[in-house]
């Protein structure tokens, strides 16, 4: 609710007809009953290109799990790869935050792995957590280290 209050259901009910579509109906009811959120819906084809072209209309994506990790890399990639990209599933008590690449134990030690997306990820818990200050902080940092051509 802090965000922009944009919320966006990514889903295939056209095909899935009975999961995505009661998933579709369900995003649609929360958003206006019980969040009182004006949302969109999107078949997840018609996301993927949306959200190439128009990134900028999207805030919160609402989907399935194989719709959220297809889109999630792709949206990495116009953020600048899956090396900056930090994810988060969040609930009203729980949150998980972890980089949308997940990890890469082969190459531990190897001074081969940018930490950025996982530092990202510190900061939306610390957002998450309502440590404000800290997380802009964070942000700040690492917009700075970025600007200056590091990655």
Same mark, same amino acid.
């Given at each position: ?63 399935? *799990?194989?719709?959220?990790? +297809? @889109? ?8 600048? #790869?899956?090396?900056? /990209? =930090? ?26 792995? *940018?930490?950025?997306?996982? +530092? @990202? ?8 957590? #309502?440590?404000?200050? /800290? =997380? ?16």
């Amino acid at each position: 609710m802090r965000r922009r209050r944009k919320v966006t259901s990514v889903h295939k009910a056209n095909v899935l007809r009975v999961t995505d579509g009661l998933f579709r109906d369900t995003c649609r009811e929360v958003a206006a009953v019980t969040l009182r959120l004006p949302s969109t819906s999107y078949m997840w084809d018609a996301a993927a290109m949306h959200l190439i072209k128009r990134p900028h209309e999207f805030d919160v994506i609402v989907t399935t *799990n194989m719709f959220g990790d +297809i @889109l999630s890399d792709e949206a990495a990639q116009i953020g600048g #790869g899956l090396g900056l /990209a =930090a994810g988060a599933n969040v609930g009203d008590r729980y949150g998980l935050f972890e980089p949308i690449h997940g990890c890469v134990p082969s190459k531990a030690g190897m001074n081969m792995v *940018n930490p950025t997306s996982m +530092i @990202l990820c510190a900061k939306m818990m610390l957002d998450w957590l #309502g440590e404000t200050d /800290a =997380a802009r902080r964070i942000e700040e940092a690492v917009f700075k280290v970025l600007s200056k051509g590091r990655s």
